[in-house]
Each structure stands twice: as C-alpha cells, then as structure tokens.
C-alpha cells in the first residue's frame, strides 16, 4: 500500500504554550492577556482583516448579542480589553475595538 503523498517527508513541530490560570473569570482574563498580548491582540486584527470586518461593526454586533453572553464570558473579555490595556498603553475601550 502507498503512503499518500500528503504524509511523506519529516514530521512538523509545533510548539504550543500551555499555562494554568486561577482566580475569577476577570483575573484570568487580564492574566491571559499579560502572558499573550501579541496572540490575542494580532489575532483579533487577523479575524478583522480575513473577515472583512471593521472593529467598530464588531464592537456593533457584540453589543446587540451581549444580552445573550454569559456574565462570566464578559468578566473574563472585560479582563482581557483591561489586561491589554495595560501591555500597550491604551484605554480599555480602545481594546474593544
């Protein structure tokens, strides 16, 4: 039986950071957001630019869906925007989008 050539040649290494966060939804939001400011911050850029999505219609959408987000979902986002806020000087409404 062939091997598919899709499966051929040296195996690729990742490597994944991987830590334990304790405390309430907001402290391990803004803790997240210490250890990987560039992954999250890039990443929500990455999705605006792929998606063809500005920031402030984000913003937009997420302010219509809040009622249905749960209050811990938002603690933790709330401690995210504060925790980047804090890496890159500037005002946690600035991290919102």
Do not use: C
């Amino acid at each position: 039986m062939a091997i598919p050539a899709f499966a051929q040649g040296p195996p690729i290494w990742r490597q994944e950071r991987v830590i334990e966060l304790r405390g309430s939804w907001y402290n391990i939001g803004k803790a997240g957001s210490q250890y990987f400011p560039e992954d999250i911050y890039g990443g929500a850029a990455l999705f605006s630019q792929a998606m063809g999505i500005p920031a402030d219609e984000a913003r937009e959408y997420y302010n219509q869906v809040e009622s249905m987000i749960p209050a811990d979902i938002k603690e933790e986002l709330t401690g995210m925007a504060e925790g980047l806020a804090d890496y890159y000087s500037f005002t946690p409404d600035y991290a919102w989008g």
